[in-house]
């Protein structure tokens, strides 16, 4: 008898991802499922999907699923869970959904401090549509609508969403992490634990940024796209906890 | 029935709501329909609901959206501009099948336009809401009465047909008070939500429910549509709703007219019964569907020289009566837009005018 | 019974509750009823009115094209409104700020000195049912008791010390027109 080393998670379906090689969606999305089967709340989960390449995540988290408008997940989401108080919900929406046109909607569910986790998943440009200029793009990265680079006199600075959300006085954590090697991805899968757990405790709106990689439009091989991440990102957009209301330190 | 009292249409639009049911309201402010969101946050706290201030209208209707995937009774309510921010969210609805009941008090436009009572977004409520292939059940009033009975069976259609219902009614409907009456929930055997997303545990098979409008293969969506096209085929059959007012055989006009504006019409026909003028009314109480046989017929069987459509718009109603009575008689038209509320006297004028044709 | 009132007045002169008021009572006394108000950005500071329709039948239109009162509680009111009112019509104005007369000699006018009466009775805030009260004095659209039933439900809690200063504003409103007109 062979000895079972590793099981998918019971918090995804059986449906094959659709994203491309290299994609780091798929790790993502197997955390928040191992989270939400590890705190035992798989059955009273109720998820949004965005527009975006995670549009098709309502088939994959193995729950209840709302598949939403661009950029609106959280006012869903806050139908859901002001009808279903005792629900889990949670949002998943990438950079061009939350950051750009969804951005009213992220700021106003965080300053209510509505009781949902939302998880962000930034790669500085859009996927789903073919490699576009984000919210999120870094100055100077060329994308099919920054062709000669992303000129912050003509289009602004890229905006850091957890900096900006963790000012606001209802949120209860806020994180970002990274899951380009094992040490960071342990740690990311601590910070959407967190969050989820912030959530069932009735401490407000959390919301952990995942950074992540497109090699597609990024025109890169995965591993040189976790590298870029790292070189070119991660200063951009620090890693780390910038707000959690229940440790006495607070935030970084 | 409880006792008469003396309300204000928008407030009254808002009780009838919640005794129809309605637990949860998602909102935003906009003259002339504020009655209903202030009524909604005094009362639905006391009454075991929730009432939520949306940051825009685009958000409301995206929280009834989540809300009502969730199998509760929900509504919102706006005024024109504010409905056509709303028009996204309720074109996911209708993909996703999912019920709520919108109030539009229709204000003056295009665009900010005014805040006095127009029936210029008729286009809007019955044809071109938003993208797809879709209806909404559009309910027109045209008194405070009325705005009342018609909301509890907007709760009940939309749960049964599983799509968005419109109370479409005018500033004036929602800022006048007349005295009405509230009859208790009617209570229909609807079908249970077995479709709604509460968490599996919740779930009476056990297994997951999607709430979604996406189908990216070409044939699911033709599904989708032939599903809920056929659905609209029953509404048509079964949810027509009118009133005939004075209408006989021997008239010499027969007036179309709806909401607010079938008031101002019914007090021009007594007046040119006075004069020795036989006319007669028909008042679409549904604008979708609209009831085009009932027009049909009377193009048929009346010796009406012409019928005379009357809106508080440069024209729109008139569309769908001319298409009823697909030229069996001749169509005019009178109205007033902006927010002007046409005179008896003017159309009394306009009506003979036509006459002398 | 069919009566047509055209009430209308400054932002704060209370035409909006005087109109709800009698319609009100109306509604008690078994008529049918019907208050539109003007609303909008002229409700404070402007001029205010409501078109209020009393009937035995069921109301077609709320809306008053021809009137058969007109209450005119301030100068702009009787210059806008005085030119709906029907031949015959009745005309309430209040004295006390309207420094013009009436243009229109085809119909009844009762002068009430509104704001005299109500500095009597130590109070601006009831200008409205000393002209409920002199509405009653000459139509009787409704009875003096139905209209107290109606401040009674409608001023409760802390605003109950109010109910008998409304009662005293009618009454003065009634008396001023016994002593001034032959009714």
């Known amino acids: 008898m062979g ?35 590890e705190l035992n709340v798989l059955d009273r989960a109720i998820g949004v999907a965005p527009v975006g390449c995670a549009v098709f995540a309502y088939k994959y988290f193995n729950c209840d699923m709302h598949e939403a408008a661009h950029g609106r997940a959280p006012a869903v989401a806050t139908g859901i869970k002001r009808a279903v108080p005792d629900s889990v919900v949670f949002t998943y929406q990438g950079d061009g959904d939350l950051a750009s046109i969804g951005t009213g909607d992220i700021v106003h569910v965080a300053h209510r401090g509505e009781k949902i986790t939302t998880i962000f998943v930034n790669n500085a440009i859009y996927g789903m549509t073919g490699g576009q200029m984000a919210p999120t793009t870094l100055p100077g990265q060329k994308t099919t609508t ?20 963790a000012t606001i006085p209802s949120t209860a954590f806020i994180a970002r992490v990274a899951v ?13 634990k967190k969050a989820f757990q912030m959530q069932i405790e009735g401490k407000g709106f959390s919301l952990v940024e995942v950074l992540s990689t497109c090699p597609t439009n990024w025109g890169l091989t995965p591993v040189e796209s976790l590298k870029w991440l790292k070189e070119n990102m991660e200063p951009y957009y620090p890693l780390g906890i910038y ?8 935030g970084n | ?11 009254a639009v808002a009780e009838a709501a919640i005794r129809a049911g309605c637990k949860y309201f998602f909102g935003y402010p906009i003259t002339p329909q504020n009655e209903i969101p202030e009524y909604m946050s005094r009362e639905l706290p006391k009454r075991g609901g929730v009432y939520l201030q949306a940051e825009a209208e685009f958000a409301a209707a995206n929280m009834l959206y989540g809300a009502a995937g969730s199998g509760v009774r929900v509504m919102t309510s706006s005024s024109s501009p504010g409905i056509s921010l709303m028009a996204e969210g309720i074109s996911y609805m209708i993909g996703a099948q999912l019920p709520c009941v919108i109030v539009n008090m229709v204000r003056g436009g295009p665009g900010l336009g005014n805040i006095a009572p127009a029936q210029s977004d008729y286009m809007q409520a019955v044809k071109g ?6 209806h909404l059940i559009v309910l027109a009033p045209s008194s405070v009465q009325e705005a009342v009975d018609l909301m509890y069976d907007a709760f009940d259609m939309a749960d049964l047909y599983r799509n968005p219902v419109l109370l479409l009614g005018d500033g004036m409907i929602g800022q006048m008070m007349e005295p009405v009456e509230f009859k208790e929930s009617t209570n229909k055997n609807l079908p249970p939500k077995t479709w709604a ?46 009133e005939e007012y004075k209408m006989s055989k021997d008239l010499d006009i027969i007036f179309a007219s709806y909401g607010t504006t079938s008031r101002i019409v019914k007090y021009v026909i007594k007046k040119l019964e006075e004069e020795g003028i036989k006319a007669g009314l028909i008042r679409p109480i549904t604008l979708w569907p609209f009831p085009e046989k009932i027009f049909e017929n009377w193009a048929e069987n009346s010796k009406a020289k012409f019928f005379l459509t009357v809106e508080m718009s440069a024209g729109q109603m008139i569309e769908d009566v001319k298409l009823s009575i697909n030229g069996k008689k001749p169509v005019y038209f009178y109205g007033r837009t902006g927010g002007m509320v046409p005179e008896p006297k003017e159309i009394i004028d306009y009506a003979k005018s036509l006459l002398k044709k | 019974m069919h009566e047509e009132i055209i009430m209308a007045g400054f932002g704060g002169q209370g035409v909006m509750l005087l109109g709800k008021f009698i319609s009100e009572a109306a509604m008690e006394e078994g008529k049918e009823v019907s208050w539109l108000p003007s609303y909008g950005p002229e409700m404070r500071g402007g001029t205010a009115n409501c078109h209020v329709i009393v009937s035995d039948e069921p109301i077609a239109s709320p809306i008053i094209t021809e009137s058969s009162i007109l209450i005119a509680m301030n100068r702009p009111s009787l210059e806008k409104f005085e030119k709906t009112l029907k031949k015959d019509g009745i005309l309430f104005m209040n004295s006390s700020i309207i420094d013009i007369e009436p243009s229109r000699k085809d119909i009844r ?61 009618m009454d003065e409103g009634i008396n001023y027109i016994k002593n001034n007109y032959n009714i």
Do not use: W
């Open chain 1, 3 to 37: 000895k079972i080393v590793y099981e998918k998670s019971k918090g995804l379906t059986d449906v094959p991802l659709h994203y491309c090689p290299g994609c780091l969606h798929g790790v993502i999305h197997k955390l928040v499922a191992e989270t939400l089967v």
């Open chain 1, 146 to 165: 920054s062709p000669y680079g992303r000129d912050p006199a003509h289009c602004g600075f890229p905006y850091r969403v957890s900096e900006m959300l």
């Open chain 1, 180 to 192: 380009y090697d094992i040490a960071h991805l342990t740690k990311a899968k601590a910070a959407i």
């Open chain 1, 243 to 250: 707000k959690d209301v229940s440790s006495n330190e607070g």
């Open chain 2, 1 to 11: 029935m409880g006792k008469k009292i003396l309300m204000k249409g928008n407030e």
């Open chain 2, 129 to 134: 809401m938003c993208h797809g292939d879709v």
């Open chain 2, 197 to 242: 997303t509460t968490g599996t545990r919740n779930s009476p098979d056990g297994k997951r429910r999607i709430i979604n409008s996406l189908s990216i293969e070409p044939e699911d969506l033709e599904n989708l549509n032939i599903e809920i096209q056929k659905k609209y085929k029953t509404i048509v059959e079964k949810e027509i709703r009118y």
């Open chain 3, 109 to 169: 006018v009762y002068k009430v000195p509104l704001n005299e009466i109500a500095n009597r009775l130590g109070s601006q805030k009831i200008i409205n049912m000393i002209m409920a009260g002199a509405l009653i004095a000459v139509t009787k659209i409704v009875s003096l008791e139905t209209m107290k039933n109606v401040f009674e439900e409608n001023l409760t809690g802390s605003k109950a010390k109010f109910i008998d200063l409304n009662i005293k504003s």
